[in-house]
């Protein structure tokens, strides 16, 4: 089955650039979509499709597809961005579509 | 506007049996796909299931795969999650999810319900 590997944190200083890499096996070839989960709430997409933002997410959010690591991206980084990040694709490689996760990386805010 | 309603958690014994309802107002059943993913304590997130809104496809995780079972309620707006011989590792928040239109994504979830499976 295809798996998603994430860094379990990550901490950011409040203005500064936080970087949440997603690797897996030639995932450039896959669309990748992340969600935000801030605690006791439910998950909310930034991006999909690599990097397009729905409706209502700041452009402070942005990621990007090649090889085997997708990346999301927080520019001028807030306390309110403190939450879990979690990547996600789509694969039918055998022949079974099934939703993929990664592990999730945790963003604190400094 | 997409706005997905979960109702039907709860504490249930090992072998049981419980089902889970999704209000989904804002959804066209006859082109939007909608499923559930879960969320065990404190863990991350994992797909469960999805039913397509052409067709009904319905498609399952491995880990659910003939114990669970999705449907949907065109009049009533409404997906279902029929869970029977439920684990204790089936024990997590259940959010219904509504898929992007034109990806394999999740644009809309749920507050989530819980469901807990212990003896």
């Known amino acids: 089955s295809y798996v998603l590997t994430q860094a379990p944190s990550v901490s950011v200083a409040p203005g500064q650039t936080a970087s949440i890499t997603c690797g897996g096996n030639?995932?450039?070839?896959?669309?990748v979509h992340w969600y935000q989960q801030k605690p006791g709430q439910a998950p909310v997409l930034v991006v999909h499709?690599?990097?397009d933002r729905p409706s209502g997410i700041a452009e402070r959010f942005s990621g990007s597809n090649s090889g085997n690591t997708a990346t999301l991206t927080i520019r001028w980084v807030e306390a309110g961005d403190e939450a879990d990040y979690y990547c996600?694709?789509?694969?039918?490689?055998?022949?079974?579509?099934?939703?993929?996760f990664g592990t999730g990386t945790r963003v604190t805010v400094l | 506007e997409v706005h997905l309603l979960e109702s039907g958690g709860d504490s249930v014994l090992p072998g049981g049996s419980l089902r889970l309802s999704c209000v989904a107002s804002g959804v066209s059943f006859s082109s939007d796909a909608v499923g559930w993913v879960r969320q065990a304590p404190g863990k991350g997130l994992e797909w469960v299931t999805t039913i397509r809104g052409n067709g009904g496809i319905t498609e399952y995780a491995d880990s659910v795969k003939g114990r669970f079972t999705i449907s949907r309620d065109k009049s009533k707006s409404t997906v279902y999650l029929q869970m029977s011989s439920l684990r204790v590792e089936d024990t997590a928040i259940y959010y219904c999810?509504?898929?992007?239109?034109?990806?394999?994504?999740?644009?809309?979830w749920g507050q989530g319900t819980l469901v807990t499976v212990s003896s």
């Open positions: 999810t509504k898929e992007g239109v034109n990806f394999y994504g999740f644009e809309s």
């Open positions: 499709d690599d990097g």
């Open positions: 996600q694709v789509w694969d039918d490689s055998s022949g079974h579509p099934t939703f993929v």
């Open positions: 030639s995932i450039g070839t896959k669309s």
